[in-house]
């Protein structure tokens, strides 16, 4: 794999522009604030940071269920034995209300009051990447998650045309690329007339996608028809469905936030705008999505990075993907969600770099255990140090489709593993609309 390639041509835009408001600027990689405070010598503190309330909320709903089953670990619970030693592990939770300035705040208090060794945080730039720049510039290691990798990378550099590494912030999650090796062959497999709608505002994650999806169509043989760069909140689509219509399009893609979906995908059944097949991003990423939308919601295809099909199992205990949804099931009665797994993966890759140091108060030594990570664990394998540029582990997500259920109304089924073989078919992809 290339370590940056086509992707620079993301840069300050597309997909590197994706953070929004990350709260303090980068002015360096290493800057000369490093996290003042003093640390309890016998004890390991690991901040959690994620939007818990607010618009971003869906995000984070298992997280808490999540942090209680890590804490119950014998590696939690007993502390970390590190050169000799057993420290005890002490779990902050923050919550960023899905503000990206709160999100910079509460960072701030967990270096400064609480003196964490480590902060991990997820989903959406406008959590992770304030969170990273400020771990960034004050010396503190730290992981994210559930982030397009270019949005976290491109977005908090001091000079997006000449990326640098970073020395003490990493992710792992999946990008642009990997979008289209999940979408393009669930469409290959439907018989379509190759014009594929966009619908993308005139946001961040809009302009992202619409600067990065014609490259990968063009070279997948399929003609990129924009329905225009409308704005967030808007309530009448009837110029973008009569313009895909128009162009017969058979395939939908899209990236806004989820009200503008189900307001659009309503218009467009009753204007009659019914494409063969209909792959969805940063919508219907969640059970709770599904809801607004009913049985229009059947046969939309999206991404899935972690799931009960998944066959891996934690690192920590040894517990599988699905006794970890089956537990989120049975203590909220709720149905299981993706971001169960990338939150626990975050303990785990936390428990590995302070156990592989000889002191975990050496935030520079377990920095470098991050950058240099390797190994399989509730998200599968996951590599640090292959790319596309230092620090980033690349997951391979799959092609999924919300059908009717049988213990709740709708549930993802595994249609496509062209990225991950490993994962089984669970299901025939059916078109959206036949």
Request: aromatic content about 10%; some cysteine; hydrophobic content about 40%.
């Amino acid at each position: 794999m290339s370590r940056i390639s086509r992707r620079t041509a993301l840069k300050g835009v597309g997909l590197g522009a994706l953070a929004l408001g990350t709260g303090d600027a980068l002015t360096a990689c290493g800057s000369s604030l490093k996290g003042s405070g003093k640390t309890d010598a016998g004890t390991i503190t690991i901040g959690f940071v994620g939007p818990q309330t607010g618009a971003l909320a869906g995000f984070a709903s298992g997280d808490n269920f999540v942090v209680d089953q890590i804490r119950k670990t014998q590696a939690y619970a007993k502390g970390f034995k590190v050169g000799g030693k057993t420290y005890t592990v002490n779990i902050v939770v923050k919550d960023t209300q899905s503000d990206p300035n709160r999100a910079s705040q509460v960072a701030r208090e967990l270096i400064l009051q609480s003196h964490a060794d480590m902060v991990v945080t997820s989903s959406t730039p406008e959590t992770t990447n304030p969170v990273a720049t400020v771990c960034e510039t004050q010396g503190v290691p730290c992981v994210s998650t559930v982030v397009p990798w270019e949005a976290w990378y491109f977005a908090r550099q001091a000079d997006a045309k000449n990326p640098k590494p970073f020395t003490y912030t990493t992710m792992f999650f999946f990008g642009v690329d990997q979008f289209g090796g999940c979408f393009v062959p669930m469409w290959n497999r439907v018989s379509n007339d190759k014009f594929v709608a966009g619908m993308f505002p005139n946001d961040a994650d809009g302009n992202a996608f619409r600067s990065a999806w014609p490259a990968i169509l063009a070279k997948a043989g399929y003609t990129w028809i924009d329905g225009g760069a409308y704005t967030d909140a808007s309530t009448d689509y009837t110029a973008m469905i009569s313009k895909f219509k128009a162009s017969r399009c058979e395939v939908f893609i899209n990236a806004p936030i989820p009200p503008d979906f189900n307001t659009m995908w309503k218009q467009a059944a009753q204007q009659g705008f019914k494409p063969k097949l209909a792959t969805v991003a940063k919508v219907l990423l969640f059970p709770a999505d599904t809801e607004a939308l009913g049985d229009l919601v059947n046969n939309v295809a999206t991404d899935s990075w972690w799931g009960p099909y998944m066959p891996y199992e934690s690192s920590l205990t040894g517990m599988k993907a699905r006794e970890l949804a089956d537990a989120y099931q049975s203590a909220s009665g709720k149905q299981w969600l993706q971001t169960l797994g990338s939150t626990y993966s975050l303990f785990e890759i936390a428990q590995k770099a302070f156990t592989a140091v000889s002191d975990p108060h050496d935030r520079a030594a377990v920095a470098s255990q991050l950058r240099s990570m390797n190994y399989t664990g509730i998200s599968g394998p996951l590599d640090f140090t292959r790319g596309p540029v230092p620090g980033v582990a690349i997951q391979q997500p799959l092609g999924v489709q919300w059908k009717k259920g049988s213990r709740f109304p709708y549930e993802m089924v595994v249609v496509d593993n062209s990225l991950n073989p490993a994962v089984p078919v669970g299901g025939d992809l059916s078109p959206t609309n036949p």
